[in-house]
């Protein structure tokens, strides 16, 4: 029957969120004849399976929800190292505004993203400050289920899951050894090892030393070690063990280059480039700085067109102190899991794990370079000035500088178990899917803070009792450093707590093959989620009302999660569907908890999907174009009626109906045109939007960093050429992310956005026997431009840079 066909192609694949369907060896040799299985070995493997990216049997073509599968051959052509690099082919993902340059911060259609590793918790979400930086050194393939995924995942992000597929024990032997060498130091070692140990016993070592000092010095220093073993208990039963350690550095630069505050509309709507030393004219009143002429000539000539607009580039340089240190992180993670196979049709799936992630690192996290700004009728108010020391006046100057010194460690355990019955009724082919999920991340978080001679905190009498040491940056082109240690600049205890999030929840899935081209995916979930926050007290000086540590509050929210979906079929090669599905999520990681009814209750997403895909060349390609709306609801805001210790209870403090939305069009297509071309494209049109808190001027603005339109193509073709045992590969890549919008009215620079960009880059290889050579070379020519929207900022994008990986197997 046909659900039990796409049971053993589901169990024949690789990579999977049920990564111990145990018997992929067996169940390929037993179904050689199988024609369909024959074509999935030698064909595309993409249009052919879903990944199970929800937890069924269906196969793409099937699957009421946008899913995004990225294989391991394309991950190998790209030469990705890790997710960062890896997101330029999934439509819809991109890199966060207010990236600070810690870790994998990425949103899926402008929302948060949930991280997994086979399906169980990865690290970061849910607003930490701060995460790993996530390799690929482990990972066989990459699957994006697009939209809230709470009844199958457990507490996560409102965008989606990104879910990494590691790479498992094999009983077939197979040893690989990989060099890479690049520029700025770049170098690595890695080794793949698996085979059998016994009958029954497999396993598998992936270890890796990576080295670079990175463009703009923005290094890394990483050694991974991933072990499994994986034992056979019968015919019906196995277990999986894994351990993973990992201990990285990471150079940290928060703001990149920033963009020069400068506002149009403090001198009637003239751009800096439009702008005279007259039109810079100082506060009638005296509020602000009151600047000679010959220093308003200064201030005027040292403007740029771009100022107010665009980062200020000045080359490799950043503002990166030397005080800074990097992110240093280590991690150890220990997963089991169990696998029963009651009979063919009953299914039991168990995955336990731990992981501890500690970080811990110096950034600067202010220096703001402020030109002219009339900021609520005073011009150029100190500190939100340019700087003028002696009568001397500084343009480039950085002020409000915040050096913040973090220590952190995560712990969590989850545990995940889904039992799947595959039954029929009629012409009706079902799989029910029960599954029940618990989780407990628990952080210990402090952070310490200094500052420059801006920071000024005074007592109850008006006497100073801080100001901050660390120098001002004169010039941001080229800034000079404070001497010493972080320690040496007088740091404050800024925050000091212990946090900890459970969750629990239970659901059901059920996906019918109706027949007459119909397949159907339902599922409901109640999950609840409980927070407990301990403050363990700061430093008076920074806060005397924080200062004294507080008890233990918690706080308990429950809900309901679904997903509707239905996928229809008039051909094999078309198909139609459309989901509908809610999430809900902690709305913070590491908010504050006052155990009482001022605490937020749990995020809530709602996603919409209209989608359609259709395959051809014989099931080597398939395309997939997908309208969506996606929503991160009940966002909090202030009542602006509201007015402390005045107001009665009757007057609300926060109101509760704000929002992020975005929606778009995504396209998706992978092919193996013929044994000589492949082909990857994807593009996404996405208006994301804040509309969190309708009393502010910003409100239905941008989501910072949240591109407009991104495209990005891969093509390699294999060239028979000389004679050569094997082909030649050549492959042509291109990437293009629009602008992206770094608006803040708060700082004077509602305009703000970081500009467009088309890199394109190119590899070579050779594969023959048992070496592999390859030769990638990025941005081909040399573009300059920002690969991220930072803060109030862009991330300098890497110039033109080439890696030479050579692989031996055995």
């Known amino acids: 029957m046909k659900h039990f066909r796409y049971s053993m192609l589901a169990i024949a694949c690789a990579s999977t969120f049920l990564p111990a369907m145990a018997y992929a060896e067996e169940a390929e040799q037993a179904l050689d004849n199988v024609e369909r299985i024959t074509v999935y070995g030698r064909q595309n493997q993409v249009v052919m399976n879903s990944g199970l990216a929800t937890k069924s049997d269906m196969s793409l073509m099937e699957t009421p929800a946008a899913v ?13 190292t890790n997710l960062q690099d890896l997101v330029r082919n999934i439509s819809g993902v991109t890199q966060a505004g207010n990236n600070y340059g810690i870790g994998d911060n990425l949103v899926i259609r402008g929302l948060g993203a949930n991280y997994t590793y086979d399906g169980m918790y990865g690290g970061a979400g849910l607003g930490n400050t701060f995460n790993p930086t996530r390799s ?31 790479k498992k024990p094999q009983f077939e032997s197979n040893h690989s050894f990989t060099a890479e060498v690049g520029q700025w130091d770049t170098y690595s070692l890695e080794v793949d090892s698996t085979a059998a140990i ?30 499994s073993l994986k034992y056979v208990v019968n015919d019906s039963q196995d277990l999986t063990f894994a351990a993973t350690y990992i201990k990285d550095a990471i150079a940290v630069d928060s703001i990149g280059h920033p963009i020069r505050i400068f506002n149009a509309e403090s001198v009637g709507g003239k751009t800096a480039g439009e702008v005279t030393w007259e039109d ?13 002429e010959a220093q308003r000539k200064q201030l005027a000539d040292s403007l740029a067109s771009s100022d107010g607009l665009t980062p200020y580039a000045f080359g490799h340089a950043g503002i990166i102190s030397p005080m800074a240190k990097d992110n240093e992180g280590e991690e150890l993670r220990f997963k089991l899991t169990h696998n029963i196979y009651f009979s063919d049709n009953l299914f039991l799936n168990q995955q336990l794990q731990y992981r501890d992630y500690t970080s811990g690192f110096a950034r600067q996290t202010g220096a703001y370079n402020y030109v002219y700004w009339d900021r609520r009728g005073a011009i150029n108010a100190d500190p939100r000035a340019p700087l003028v020391e002696d009568g001397v006046l500084y343009p480039f100057a950085a002020r409000r500088q915040e050096y913040r010194k973090v220590d952190a460690d995560e712990s969590s355990w989850q545990y995940f178990a889904d039992l799947r019955y595959d039954f029929q009724i009629g012409d009706i082919d079902n799989e029910l899917l029960v599954n029940a999920n618990y989780e407990d991340r628990s952080i210990a978080f402090k952070q310490y803070s200094i500052y420059d001679a801006d ?11 801080y100001q901050g040491s660390l120098p001002y940056i004169y010039d941001i082109r080229n800034p000079n450093w404070g001497e010493g240690s972080f320690e040496d ?10 946090k900890t999030v459970s969750a629990w929840g239970v659901g059901v899935q059920h996906v019918g093959y109706l027949g007459y081209g119909f397949t159907s995916r339902i599922g409901v979930a109640f999950n609840q989620i409980k927070q407990t926050y301990e403050h363990l007290g700061v430093d008076p000086r920074y806060s005397s009302s924080r200062a004294t540590p507080t008890p233990e509050a918690d706080t308990t929210d429950d809900g309901i999660t679904y997903n509707l979906g239905l996928t229809y079929m008039p051909t094999d090669n078309l198909s139609f569907f459309v989901n509908h599905s809610k999430g809900r999520t902690a709305y913070s990681i590491l908010g504050s908890i006052a155990g009482n009814d001022t605490d937020r209750d749990d995020s809530e997403s709602v996603s919409d999907d209209l989608g359609m895909r259709f395959k051809a060349f014989d099931d080597q390609m398939l ?14 805001y202030n009542n602006p009626d509201y007015d402390e210790g005045v107001s009665g209870p009757s007057v609300p403090k926060y109101y509760y109906n704000g929002s992020e939305e975005t929606t778009g069009v995504e396209f998706d297509m992978n092919a193996h045109l013929s044994d000589q071309w492949m082909v990857n494209v994807n593009a996404v049109y996405q208006d994301a939007r804040d509309k969190k808190d309708p009393t502010r001027s910003s409100y239905d603005t941008r989501q910072k960093g949240v591109p407009y339109v991104t495209a990005s193509a891969w093509v390699t073709y294999g060239a028979d050429w000389f004679s050569l045992a094997s082909p030649i590969n050549i492959s042509l890549g291109a990437n293009y992310v629009d602008e992206r919008s770094t608006n803040s009215t708060s700082f004077g620079i509602p305009d703000g956005y970081v500009p467009s ?18 030769l990638n070379v990025n941005n081909l020519f040399n573009e300059e431009y920002y690969s991220k929207a930072m803060f109030l900022g862009g991330m300098p994008g890497e110039e033109r840079n080439a890696k030479l990986t050579l692989t031996y197997r055995l």
């Open 68 to 80: 995004v599968v990225v294989d391991q051959e394309l991950i190998q052509a790209q030469a990705v």
């Open 136 to 166: 690929l050194t482990n990972v066989e393939s990459v699957e994006v289920l697009k939209g809230p995924a709470t009844g199958l995942y457990g507490m996560g992000s409102a965008g989606g899951v990104i879910n990494l597929i590691e």
């Open 198 to 227: 016994t009958d029954d016993l497999a396993y598998r070592v992936v270890a890796k030393s990576a080295r670079s000092d990175g463009y703009r010095d923005i290094g890394t220093d990483r050694d991974e070690i991933y072990t």
């Open 280 to 292: 810079l004219i100082n506060d009638p009143n005296n509020k602000g700085i009151q600047l000679t």
């Open 455 to 465: 920071k000024v905190i005074k007592d109850k009498a008006g006497n100073t009792i």
């Open 489 to 498: 600049y007088d740091p404050l205890l800024t925050s000091n707590y212990d």
């Open 623 to 636: 395309a997939s174009l997908v309208f969506f709306k996606s929503s991160r609801t009940n966002l909090q």
């Open 757 to 774: 960009y088309t890199v394109l880059d190119t590899a070579i290889s050779y594969d023959v026997d048992d070496w592999k050579l390859q």
